[in-house]
């Protein structure tokens, strides 16, 4: 058995997130028929770095598999992306060590948040952006950005039904990037909570509309209490953008 890491990108639009559900079209289960369909029926598991929600997506996220198949780095790309449908691409396949794990390998995760800011709806943006209307102030985003790097406990900034006891992580970059009428938000971290990353940007869109200052970060930071951060941002607007090793 040889393992195997891919890169996969898609459109979240049209899955019920990554992992496999019950009666649910998710990445996995497309993945999973495509690698069957290779192994004459054999049911071939993939692990990714982790699951993403319905209707986020990915530009790389990064799964691995194993398998009997003596077939070529390359061609497994042309064959599974013959299998796949249009809305999800291997970009990348490549022999690694058994030693190798998608989730436990991992040292880092970048996330972007794209923002759409305009009053007028664009039917080209409605699944890839999130539409936002108001006038936003960006520098006192940059600043309140800024007491969430370094290393805290982000439990006011987790979804409260999380199973998860330690929500200790370590954000090294946070960057409000601007382009005309799009703003991309990039999250550079150690690991994320679930829902982290979009309550940092609905608590970030509080800050730059006015509601929230940002020296009331580290307050809400310290409180441990997710009902003083920001809404969860819509999932639409998340990328999985690439997982480090």
Same mark, same amino acid.
């Given at each position: 058995?040889?393992?195997?890491?891919?890169?996969?990108?898609?459109?979240?639009?049209?899955?019920?997130?990554?992992?496999?559900?019950?009666?649910?079209?998710?990445?996995? !289960?497309?993945?999973?028929?495509? !690698?069957?369909? !290779?192994?004459?029926?054999?049911?071939?598991?993939?692990?990714?770095?982790?699951?993403?929600?319905?209707?986020?997506?990915?530009?790389?996220?990064?799964?691995?598999?194993?398998?009997?198949?003596?077939?070529?780095?390359?061609?497994?790309?042309?064959?599974?992306?013959?299998?796949?449908?249009?809305?999800?691409?291997?970009?990348?396949?490549?022999?690694?060590?058994?030693?190798?794990?998608?989730?436990?390998?991992?040292?880092?995760?970048?996330?972007?948040?794209?923002?759409?800011?305009?009053?007028?709806?664009?039917?080209?943006?409605?699944?890839?952006?999130?539409?936002?209307?108001?006038?936003?102030?960006?520098?006192?985003?940059?600043?309140?950005?800024?007491?969430?790097?370094?290393?805290?406990?982000?439990?006011?900034?987790?979804?409260?039904?999380?199973?998860?006891?330690?929500?200790?992580?370590?954000?090294?970059?946070?960057?409000?990037?601007?382009?005309?009428?799009?703003?991309? !938000?990039?999250?550079?971290?150690?690991?994320?909570?679930?829902?982290?990353?979009?309550?940092?940007?609905?608590?970030?869109?509080?800050?730059?509309?006015?509601?929230?200052?940002?020296?009331?970060?580290?307050?809400?930071?310290?409180?441990?209490?997710?009902?003083?951060?920001?809404?969860?941002?819509?999932?639409?607007?998340?990328?999985?953008?690439?997982?480090?090793?």
């Amino acid at each position: 058995m040889q393992r195997y890491k891919g890169i996969i990108a898609y459109d979240g639009s049209g899955f019920s997130g990554y992992q496999v559900q019950p009666n649910k079209r998710t990445v996995q !289960l497309e993945l999973e028929t495509a !690698l069957a369909k !290779l192994h004459k029926g054999t049911h071939v598991k993939v692990t990714a770095s982790g699951r993403t929600d319905a209707g986020v997506h990915a530009k790389g996220q990064v799964i691995h598999f194993d398998s009997p198949l003596a077939i070529p780095e390359e061609r497994w790309v042309i064959a599974l992306n013959s299998l796949l449908p249009e809305d999800v691409s291997v970009i990348s396949v490549e022999k690694v060590d058994h030693s190798f794990h998608a989730r436990f390998s991992a040292v880092g995760k970048e996330y972007r948040y794209l923002l759409y800011l305009s009053d007028r709806r664009d039917p080209f943006q409605r699944n890839f952006a999130v539409q936002y209307p108001y006038s936003l102030n960006l520098q006192a985003m940059k600043e309140a950005s800024q007491f969430f790097l370094g290393t805290h406990d982000f439990t006011s900034f987790c979804a409260s039904n999380t199973d998860v006891e330690d929500k200790v992580r370590t954000i090294q970059t946070i960057e409000c990037l601007e382009d005309r009428n799009m703003l991309m !938000l990039r999250f550079v971290g150690n690991g994320f909570l679930y829902n982290m990353v979009r309550i940092l940007v609905g608590t970030l869109l509080e800050v730059g509309s006015g509601r929230l200052e940002p020296a009331d970060i580290p307050t809400i930071l310290e409180a441990k209490d997710r009902r003083l951060a920001g809404k969860t941002a819509p999932a639409h607007g998340l990328y999985l953008w690439e997982v480090y090793y």
